[in-house]
């Protein structure tokens, strides 16, 4: 699948899958689409809807208890089974390929504003696409999502990475 023809299809199949999945209460976090060695890998990373707090450590989550909101085994098996036949249907997909749904896990992906605001105060991984303060990978403490980007503490100074700019960005989870 050539790389725009692959974009154009990921796009449709979020368009598809998003109003779905939010009325079972769940967000799309990430989608990835890729080509294995016999098929395709279609990857769906959800998460519950709405969600105002992410946690940055076990001990954090031990406080908190995390038991009710977290999404497990049986919410994957059971969005998966909702939307294997759309996707069927729809043949968005022209060659075979096996879906995979997931929650995001501790390290979970930051892919959104709204990811970032969630996640303030947390440490981060953040990858970027060029040099900010001439450094392109970041492990800091998150202080400030805006609109335009977020504000970390890196060793005492603050330094503001565009989203534009952000290639990868990850909570960085303290066990």
Known sequence: MATERLAETIE???????????????????????????????????????RTRYFGS???????????????????TRVSKLI??????????PTAYTLEVSS????R????????KVAQGLM?????????AGESFFIAKLIE?????????VRGNRVEIPYRL???ANVEYQF
Do not use: W
């Not at 076990?58 to 994957?76: L, P, Q």
């Not at 294997?84 to 997909?93: C, G, N, Q, R, Y």
């Not at 981060?124 to 900010?132: D, L, N, Q, Y």
């Open 12 to 50: 449709r199949i979020e368009a598809l899958l998003q109003p779905l999945l939010a009325a079972e209460g769940f967000e799309l976090v990430e989608l990835d689409l890729n080509r294995g060695p016999k098929r395709h890998l279609l990857r769906l990373t959800i998460d519950r809807a709405g």
């Open 58 to 76: 076990a001990k954090e989550a031990r406080e908190h208890g995390t038991e009710d909101d977290s999404v497990g085994i049986t919410d994957c």
């Open 84 to 93: 294997s036949p759309l996707l069927d249907v729809e043949d968005l997909i």
């Open 104 to 107: 995001p896990g501790v390290n």
């Open 109 to 116: 992906p930051l892919q959104t504003e709204h990811h970032f």
């Open 124 to 132: 981060v991984r953040i990858k970027t696409r060029a040099p900010v």
């Open 145 to 153: 999502a805006s609109d335009e980007g977020v504000a970390l503490d």
């Open 166 to 168: 952000i290639q990868k």
